[in-house]
């Protein structure tokens, strides 16, 4: 099934489930029984096949060709077992129980009685940023579920003890009433369904090959069907967390995780860089404790709740947007007064050593990620002093390279005399202009905008990300300036433009043969070090390749594609992490990463994508 069909059948689903909701989940629980039909149907088949095949030797009745039939039914029968009992992983973390976190079960108790819903089996602290319920199945698709409660310690250093709240009342929501254990087994059978996929993807054999073909024509189609559920499942988890501790608090509570998310890139950013002057890991979470207990920056919080808004609902991901997320809860999407303290105290009193925990688990996790990065600074440092010894000489592509090492130094290292030097040795250098603009205070709008518009023309490949800071900017509000009604006109026709441009290679980059219009990667030996430095802090990856895409709509844009060898993860998780690894990683240009699986085939990047960048 193309994306196309995916999007139409979503659609039909969400209307399907307007129109008549009880009809919905019927049509739902009719196509999920389909699947078990076929697994139960093969099991059976395949059952009678043996005993039928056996019983005919038994008496004497012995045909070779007997002997395919046994193996073959052996096969569809193991196949199908496997099926029925397919298991998942059970969450990471470290078991809490209510000797360690009283106050914390107390709570979780008493939520649980007012949504009527099952109890929580195992309660399982990690260092994620975000909290999750999931259900395990005991015996496979057939058996019962083990409910597993996943909260982090980030999360509770951020948020206060009613927001927090808000936060597990919506997770225990998923789990509520007849409804709510409706949707947790249609969201088990679709976690249980993709691991069957892929778990079927490398068998060989006729009964391993006809379930692929089954399950390649069924789960997108069961994905697709269940979306809408998934999704009104969303809501209804918000509606019970808003009734619970009231809609303004889960609003607040939604717009603050969204804006603090956003601002621990900055704090992981400077935790790494931390590297350049430790050679042994520095454990972050009691420096995590203290960054969070500080509001963000005002401009800065502005900017990431606006382009959180800005993010439209999409068949990406069965979470809605987060406006649409705050106006289903009837409250305003407004920046939110942030919380007062935290709610790490819920753990009790010997809080301080689950953060003394994490940071030990985290210096012995990432330490070789660490040492590998500490030599990359040490490169970075090395090539940053050749560049500053050689500056009064230096061209403008090597003074933008050296502000940028000295970024990567310190994230707030003071850079702004080194664009400027750039741009008088090549006044309209596109690199220059662009690194000129955040260098420049808030007061100074106009600056922004002249040089933005300098960037724009020049004729290049920044067009839209200057339109797109252009507006940002103008729609920002500033202490004694006003709105700016002609240049935000003339620059949303310009980023208009520019969308219909950018479009047009991300076609190029994206809807073609992947293998198609391709090179060699350009990358510089360092920027090369610099991009290896970066996938070894990404544990799931075994492999990765990188060629460089020759656009037409672009031809000076460097872009590229990136295919990565994710073993040991489903295709949701690999899913997440492409997307993740397209906004993360520091190419010299736009990449698409693609993970080896069906399309393309692993057989396919080894024959054309060259040879392999990063092999752990």
């Known amino acids: 099934m193309d994306q196309a069909d995916f999007v139409h059948m979503v659609r039909m689903s969400e209307h399907a489930s307007a129109e008549n909701s009880r009809a919905y989940r019927r049509s739902v629980a009719a196509f999920a029984a389909l699947g078990y039909a076929w697994v139960l149907g093969c099991m059976v088949l395949a059952a009678g096949l043996l005993l039928w095949a056996g019983s005919q030797m038994l008496h004497g009745r012995f045909r070779f060709s007997m002997v395919w039939l046994l193996l073959g039914a052996a096969g569809l029968f193991w196949v199908s077992l496997r099926a029925l009992w397919v298991r998942l992983e059970e969450p990471d973390g470290v078991e809490i129980t209510a000797q360690d976190a009283p106050e914390l079960f107390e709570a979780l108790e008493r939520i649980r009685r007012k949504i009527k819903g099952p109890a929580l089996h195992k309660v399982l602290l990690n260092d994620e940023f975000n909290a999750s319920i999931q259900q395990v199945p005991r015996l496979g698709l057939l058996g019962g579920a083990v409910n597993h409660l996943s909260i982090g310690l980030p999360l509770l250093m951020a948020l206060d003890r009613p927001r927090f709240l808000a936060v597990l009342a919506h997770e225990y929501g998923h789990l509520r009433g007849d409804h709510g254990r409706f949707a947790a087994w249609i969201y088990r059978t679709r976690l249980s369904w993709m691991r069957l996929n892929h778990s079927l993807a490398d068998d060989e054999g ?33 509606r019970i967390a808003g009734k619970l501790l009231g809609r303004e608090v889960a609003a607040a509570a939604l717009a603050e995780i969204e804006i603090r998310g956003a601002s621990l890139q900055e704090f992981w950013g400077d935790q790494w860089c931390a590297a350049a002057g430790n050679p042994l890991p520095v454990g972050p979470y009691r420096s995590l404790r203290r960054y969070l207990a500080k509001p963000p920056e005002p401009t800065f919080a502005n900017d990431a709740l606006r382009q959180a808004l800005k993010r439209l609902s999409n068949v990406d991901d069965t979470h809605p947007g987060l406006r649409d997320r705050i106006e289903a809860l009837d409250a305003t999407p407004t920046l939110p007064e942030w919380s007062r303290g935290s709610a790490l105290a819920m753990l009790g009193p010997d809080a301080k050593r689950w953060v003394a925990h994490f940071d030990k688990q985290w210096c012995r996790d990432n330490a070789t990620e660490w040492k590998q990065h500490h030599a990359w600074l040490a490169r970075v440092r090395a090539r940053a002093e050749v560049l500053g010894a050689m500056a009064a000489q230096a061209s403008a592509a090597e003074l933008v390279e050296l502000a940028r090492l000295r970024r990567h130094l310190d994230p707030r290292a003071d850079v702004r005399g080194l664009y400027e030097l750039a741009l008088e040795r090549s006044p309209e250098y596109p690199a220059a202009l662009r690194g000129l603009v955040p260098c420049l205070p ?41 709105h700016d009604a002609a240049a935000f006109k003339q620059w949303r026709k310009r980023l208009e433009r520019a969308q219909e441009s950018e479009e047009r290679a991300w076609e190029e980059l994206s809807g073609s043969s992947f293998f198609s ?39 000076q844009r460097r872009a590229y594609l990136v295919f990565v060898d994710l073993p040991d993860l489903d295709d949701e998780s690999r899913y997440h992490l492409c997307r993740s690894l397209e906004r993360h990683l520091g190419l010299p240009g736009p990449a698409l990463v693609l993970w080896a699986g069906e399309s393309p085939s692993l057989k396919e990047i080894q024959r054309y994508a060259f040879d392999p960048v990063y092999t752990r």
């Open 517 to 555: 219009q391709i090179s060699r990667h350009d990358l510089s030996d360092f920027e090369l070090a610099e991009l290896q430095s970066e996938l070894a802090r990404c544990a799931p990856l075994a492999r990765c390749w990188l060629v460089r895409k020759n656009l037409r709509e672009h031809p």
């Open 442 to 482: 808030d007061d100074d709008r106009h600056g922004k905008l002249l040089l933005l518009h300098r960037l724009w023309e020049a004729g290049s490949s920044d067009r839209y990300w200057a339109a797109r800071t252009a507006l940002a900017e103008l729609e920002t509000p500033r202490l004694g300036m006003d």
């Open 206 to 238: 006729p009964a391993a090959a006809a379930t692929h073909a089954f399950m390649r024509w069924y789960f997108p189609r069961f994905s697709a069907k269940t979306f809408a559920l998934a999704r009104q499942d969303e809501y209804e988890a918000d």
